[in-house]
């Protein structure tokens, strides 16, 4: 059974920083893709950033590039997301998952088959 955990969630103020970590166990990260993935109050979930098991391709939403990036360290079995520039609309409950795939072709879906496995959430609250 595979086991994620985030950490790193809080409250920062708009323009700030956060680094988000999701901590893989049960499975070797190297074989698989990593995606991230956020859901707001009222708001369905939605895909913010993905990263293929080769670290050679990697997907932002085009709410968050430029200002988010998605890294791993595979002998960690932890892949990272940084949030530079926050802003108040970053707020919600990040989750990351696990695509049995191997690739980001549903980074955007968080209902596709292939994520069977996802952390608990953190929270990332932006406020001044």
């Known amino acids: 059974q595979a086991q994620l955990v985030e950490s790193g969630g809080g409250l920062v103020q708009p323009g700030g920083s956060l680094r988000l970590s999701c901590e893989f166990s049960?499975?070797?990260?190297?074989?698989?893709?990593i995606a991230w993935f956020r859901q707001a109050p009222g708001k369905e979930r939605e895909g913010v950033s993905c990263?293929?098991?080769?670290?050679?391709?990697?997907y932002y939403s085009d709410s968050v590039k430029g200002r988010f990036t998605i890294s791993k360290d595979n002998a960690e079995n932890t892949v990272y997301l940084q949030m530079n520039s926050l802003k108040p609309e970053d707020t919600a409950v990040y989750y990351c998952?696990?695509?049995?795939?191997?690739?980001?072709?549903?980074?955007?879906?968080?209902?596709?088959?292939?994520?069977?496995?996802w952390g608990q959430g953190t929270q990332v609250t932006v406020s001044s």
């Open positions: 990263m293929s098991k080769s670290a050679g391709n990697t």
């Open positions: 049960g499975f070797t990260l190297e074989y698989y893709a």
């Open positions: 998952a696990m695509a049995l795939s191997g690739t980001c072709r549903k980074y955007s879906d968080p209902l596709a088959s292939e994520y069977q496995y």
